[in-house]
């Protein structure tokens, strides 16, 4: 048996091909278009999505069809799919986890004082990075929208939901508990959707999807005719969870770190519910074997961003990959420091009206500071997070697993631990994502009966250490950061 893992993420859809005894085989990758239409808005075009999806899984495939398949899908969590059943066409381009159109919305609810239920209820915060703000904006600006989702006509989901519907042809509406805990519309403690949530949105519940385990079985799909006889998609769940448990966090008290377009920071807390510290989030960590675990969890919009935004916009390097030998090829900062706030602050600041600023500048200022002050963006807003999670929830973390294109970076990762003063493990399987989501596969086929057994399989690379020589200066780097910071949200 043969597992595709689909991974789909902000930027691109990706389809890798693993063993049995999880070996890489192959990967195909497609990128889709963004869109922004207004200042601080973010769409994809789902229907781009799903043909990317077709195309990658073909490409990945190409003569071998007749082999044994399975399907997986991991996927960027919190942007949000509305579609009419009758046509299978969505209704609008999907809002993407970045999009700040529902902010109005948020401040809403807050001024309305259902903040506490909120997080109660969903273990979330209220803010226009989770999916059902941008639901309910379809459903209130969209002309025709409303009627027709209160008449039943229209469904909802998140990418998992949208591609596990056309994938087996609209008989199957579906998605899994960790995506369905990042909607601000599921209960986590019922695991299921929430008619109190549902009516302060004002979403209709036949538009939701039936919330299932990670490991599930979701269905059977041809693939739009490309095998002959359908295979079987099993194990879904969102991209940090998948990372999660593809960096074989099943303990408590272990977390991975997804370095990404944005990233995810999360730490297993185990079986029982706990709520967050302030500005951090509880969702599902993930689902499996009969169990449910729940995670701690901050959320960084622009990481991998940022250095895109370098790249595409300021023009400033030709590929991401320069960044290393660029920030390296200055002695330090400079005092210049970088706000990526391109789509507010998320944890644990959550401050979404944040504009991004570049502070510090002086004449003798130049791109390379600036390019290092990018990259070093990264490592601090990870450790404004981690430290949230150690100093205020009382955990204490003995390494850090680390996935993602920006661990290539030895700079930023030897940044991270010494401002973290933990190791740094890399998994040598860079798409951790896709990993985790071809594990809840095989726990889905049977192929493991513990996570320990499953856990086996995982190796990773010696620890990158902090280093005594450069705490002083990483220190003053670090204050300078959090006065920077300051500045912004004050």
Avoid at 120 to 140: M, R, V
Avoid at 197 to 210: Q, V
Avoid at 392 to 402: C, D, F, H, Q, Y
Wanted: proline share 3%; hydrophobic share 40%; charged share 20%.
């Amino acid at each position: 048996m043969k597992v595709i893992a689909i991974d789909q993420s902000t930027s691109a859809t990706k389809a890798l091909l693993f063993n049995e005894e999880g070996k890489l085989l192959g990967r195909a990758s497609k990128e889709h278009q963004q869109y922004y239409p207004k200042s601080g808005w973010v769409e994809h075009d789902a229907e781009e999505i799903y043909r990317n999806t077709v195309a990658v899984i073909g490409e990945l495939v190409g003569d071998a069809k007749t082999d044994e398949y399975s399907l997986a899908i991991t996927n960027q969590r919190e942007t949000v799919v509305v579609w009419d059943k009758r046509t299978g066409k969505p209704v609008a381009n999907a809002v993407v986890w970045q999009c700040m159109r529902g902010a109005e919305i948020c401040e809403s609810l807050k001024m309305n004082g259902y903040s506490q239920m909120v997080q109660e209820k969903s273990g979330l915060l209220i803010d226009p990075y989770f999916a059902g703000s941008g639901a309910k904006w379809i459903l209130d600006n969209v002309p025709g929208a409303r009627k027709d989702a209160e008449d039943g006509n229209l469904l909802m989901g998140t990418i998992d939901s949208w591609l596990i519907w056309k994938l087996t042809e609209g008989q199957v509406h579906a998605t899994d508990y960790t995506n369905a805990s990042r909607t601000m519309l599921f209960n986590i403690h019922t695991l299921d959707w929430d008619d109190d949530l549902l009516e302060m949105l004002t979403i209709p519940r036949t538009m939701m999807a039936k919330p299932l385990p990670c490991d599930a079985i979701y269905g059977e799909t041809t693939v739009e005719g490309l095998f002959d006889k359908p295979i079987q998609i099993a194990g879904v769940l969102g991209d940090s969870h998948g990372a999660l448990t593809g960096q074989m966090c099943f303990t408590e008290g272990l977390g991975k770190a997804t370095y990404g377009t944005g990233s995810s920071v999360m730490v297993n807390i185990g079986e029982k519910f706990s709520p967050a510290p302030s500005g951090l989030v509880t969702s599902v960590g993930f689902a499996a074997l009969g169990k449910v675990f729940y995670a701690f969890e901050g959320n960084i919009h622009c990481t991998g961003a940022t250095i895109k935004w370098v790249k595409d916009q300021l023009q400033m390097i030709g590929d991401s990959s320069e960044c290393e030998a660029v920030a390296t090829s200055v002695e330090n900062n400079g005092g210049v420091y970088m706000i990526p706030a391109f789509a507010g602050l998320g944890a644990p600041w959550w401050k979404s009206d944040a504009k991004g600023a570049i502070v510090g500048l002086t004449l003798s200022s130049t791109k390379n500071h600036i390019i290092r002050a990018a990259v070093e963006s990264i490592g601090f807003q990870v450790a404004d997070l981690i430290k949230t999670m150690t100093d205020t929830a009382g955990i204490s973390l003995k390494e850090i697993r680390v996935d993602g294109g920006p661990t290539r970076n030895m700079f930023l990762m030897q940044l991270q631990a010494d401002l973290l003063q933990v190791p740094i493990v890399r998994s040598e399987v860079e798409d951790a994502s896709a990993f985790g989501a071809f594990i809840m596969n095989g726990f889905a086929r049977k192929q493991w009966q513990s996570f320990d057994e499953a856990a086996s399989i995982w190796k990773g690379e010696a620890g990158i250490l902090p280093k005594e020589e450069n705490y002083k200066q990483t220190a003053e780097n670090y204050f300078g950061w959090t006065k920077a910071v300051g500045q912004l949200i004050k």
